[in-house]
């Protein structure tokens, strides 16, 4: 079993929609937790950041992270085509000395 | 965050012959590490570079295949050796402060034939 599952989709909306990301994990000592967002043949670009539980939101993108049931997600309101991307979660622990574990990614087609 | 540029940013090379990837952050780090990520695959952490000493390698990774170099906290190298087609990859450079974030490099896109 992998450190960390996410379904690599690929995931096709309709413009305006709202998309939800999600990842599982299993290594309860994962304190922190990432969003990458990947355009093709580009590096990844993080996206958001929480520490620990709890949502964050920054403009039309929310992350929540629940500890208790080990799952991680990424919300997109309004969706737009240029969200057309791979969304990579990414996890690490206080003992990982900085090492991020990453998820498989998904791809998401945002269609206009 | 840190801007991250690396050199070269693609490269087609040969059998038997090595490359050496180039990374530099624009601001002092504690942190930089190398990944691969294979055609349509998520990220391996190849190994941490570390100032002034050995980089720690992963599991399935081994120095003398992937040597890297750290001389100060803005700069690393990793150099892959006697390259095969099995190393075509994309190698990405990151760096971060802490454990919470880790900017990447835009990444350089190997071929080998």
């Known amino acids: 079993q992998k450190e960390v599952e996410q379904d690599p989709g690929p995931l096709s909306v309709p413009e305006g929609a709202i998309v939800s990301l999600n990842c599982t994990y299993s290594n309860s000592a994962f304190q922190y937790f990432m969003w990458y967002r990947q355009y093709s043949r580009k590096g990844p670009e993080l996206l958001m950041y929480?520490?620990?539980?709890g949502n964050k939101e920054d403009g039309r993108f929310t992350a929540q992270v629940d500890k208790s049931s080990k799952y991680i997600s990424l919300f997109i309101r309004d969706s737009q085509p240029s969200d057309s991307a791979t969304y990579l979660c990414a996890m690490s622990a206080p003992s990982n000395t900085g090492k991020l574990i990453f998820g498989q990614g998904t791809t998401l087609q945002v269609k206009p | 965050s840190a801007v991250i540029s690396q050199k070269p940013s693609r490269d087609i090379c040969q059998r038997g012959t090595s490359l050496t990837i180039q990374c530099q952050v624009d601001?002092?780090?504690?942190?930089m590490f190398w990944y691969r990520q294979q055609p349509g695959q998520s990220l391996t952490l190849i190994a941490t570079a570390n100032q002034g000493s050995e980089a720690t390698y992963e599991s399935g990774f081994v120095i003398d295949k992937f040597p890297i170099s750290r001389p100060n906290l803005t700069f690393s190298t990793l150099t892959v050796s006697n390259m095969s087609p099995e190393d075509s990859s994309i190698y990405l450079c990151?760096?971060?402060?802490?454990?919470?974030?880790?900017?990447f490099g835009p990444g350089t896109r190997l071929t080998v034939l």
């Open positions: 929480t520490y620990s539980s």
């Open positions: 601001s002092q780090v504690t942190m």
């Open positions: 990151s760096a971060g402060t802490g454990e919470d974030t880790q900017y």
